[in-house]
């Protein structure tokens, strides 16, 4: 009977101390460990891609800056081409009138007078402005011409007679405003060219852009949704290692107590042998 008693006390010891150790080594699977580290990095590849489709986001976005300042230039220098060649078609039109003028202008009475007397006086001290109206009731009577204007006398030689009094050289005149014309009309269509160009550029960034933060925005996403696995995963990882320690407790609990039991019958065994040999 102590033989057996022994034997069995010392199968409970060996029980405990088997127990005790794998408490003390309780830890993680290689394969949850396996799990964890995969999980950790995919969630390192989706933080990188996150990063790579933010840094392309950013560069759209300055690509998008770069045509939308582009196409506002283009828009101000169409702007100012229009103003130029509406300038210079006022002007075609100033010159064209000094050189065919309206019947009943101040201007007309003087071509339509035969008289070239006017180019060297009256063209030297009147107003442009005037050469135009036609409710002046203009009337040149070569008759009166003389050397005085109302009494009052100009060295006219000092002043040089000017270009709309003078037929070839406003028809000079006529063909530089018809040139410049020209040339602001086709700077106009450059520059509307431009414009066209400038916004088809802008579309064409406004979309790459578009592109460029839906990307970013499903890789935030898919980053999101790795973080968040990696760290249900580890929570699932450490509950198990938990349970499994919880399960060593209570069987190591169960093989002390078994093993203060054999003890116990080991000893009533030893009593009960010494009594019978006194």
């Given at each position: 009977?102590?033989?057996?008693?022994?034997?069995?006390?010392?199968?409970?010891?060996?029980?405990?101390?088997?127990?005790?150790?794998?408490?003390?080594?309780?830890?993680?699977?290689?394969?949850?460990?396996?799990?964890?580290?995969?999980a950790v990095e995919l969630q390192?590849?989706?933080?990188?891609?996150?990063?790579?489709?933010?840094?392309?986001?950013?560069?759209?976005?300055?690509?998008?800056?770069?045509?939308?300042?582009?196409?506002?230039?283009?828009?101000?220098?169409?702007?100012?081409?229009?103003?130029?060649?509406?300038?210079?078609?006022?002007?075609?039109?100033?010159?064209?009138?000094?050189?065919?003028?309206?019947?009943?202008?101040?201007?007309?009475?003087?071509?339509?007078?035969?008289?070239?007397?006017?180019?060297?006086?009256?063209?030297?001290?009147?107003?442009?402005?005037?050469?135009?109206?036609?409710?002046?009731?203009?009337?040149?009577?070569?008759?009166?011409?003389?050397?005085?204007?109302?009494?009052?006398?100009v060295d006219l030689e000092a002043?040089?007679?000017?270009?709309?009094?003078?037929?070839?050289?406003?028809?000079?005149?006529?063909?530089?405003?018809?040139?410049?014309?020209?040339?602001?009309?086709?700077?106009?269509?450059?520059?509307?060219?431009?414009?066209?160009?400038?916004?088809?550029?802008?579309?064409?960034?406004?979309?790459?852009?578009?592109?460029?933060?839906?990307?970013?925005?499903?890789?935030?996403?898919?980053?999101?949704?790795?973080?968040?696995?990696?760290?249900?995963?580890?929570?699932?990882?450490?509950?198990?290692?938990?349970?499994?320690?919880?399960?060593?407790?209570?069987?190591?609990?169960?093989?002390?107590?078994?093993?203060?039991?054999?003890?116990?019958?080991?000893?009533?065994?030893?009593v009960e042998r010494k009594a019978?040999?006194?």
């Amino acid at each position: 009977r102590k033989t057996e008693a022994r034997a069995r006390r010392d199968s409970a010891f060996t029980e405990v101390a088997r127990l005790k150790a794998q408490l003390a080594a309780n830890a993680p699977t290689k394969e949850e460990e396996t799990k964890r580290a995969a999980a950790v990095e995919l969630q390192n590849e989706r933080y990188a891609a996150e990063r790579v489709a933010r840094a392309n986001e950013a560069a759209a976005a300055g690509g998008f800056e770069r045509a939308r300042k582009a196409f506002e230039e283009a828009e101000r220098e169409l702007r100012e081409a229009k103003e130029a060649h509406e300038r210079a078609r006022r002007r075609l039109e100033e010159q064209e009138a000094l050189l065919k003028p309206a019947n009943g202008s101040l201007l007309a009475a003087l071509k339509g007078s035969g008289s070239e007397a006017w180019r060297q006086d009256i063209a030297k001290t009147i107003s442009p402005t005037l050469l135009e109206r036609t409710d002046l009731s203009a009337t040149y009577l070569e008759s009166m011409h003389g050397r005085s204007l109302y009494g009052l006398t100009v060295d006219l030689e000092a002043i040089e007679t000017p270009t709309w009094a003078d037929d070839v050289a406003q028809a000079e005149a006529l063909e530089i405003a018809r040139s410049a014309v020209t040339a602001a009309q086709e700077n106009v269509q450059a520059n509307q060219a431009a414009l066209e160009k400038a916004s088809a550029n802008r579309m064409n960034e406004e979309r790459a852009l578009a592109k460029a933060r839906a990307r970013a925005q499903a890789a935030t996403q898919a980053e999101d949704a790795a973080r968040s696995a990696a760290s249900v995963l580890d929570r699932e990882i450490k509950s198990a290692v938990s349970a499994r320690g919880e399960e060593l407790k209570r069987a190591l609990s169960e093989a002390k107590a078994t093993l203060d039991a054999e003890e116990a019958s080991e000893a009533r065994v030893e009593v009960e042998r010494k009594a019978a040999l006194d």
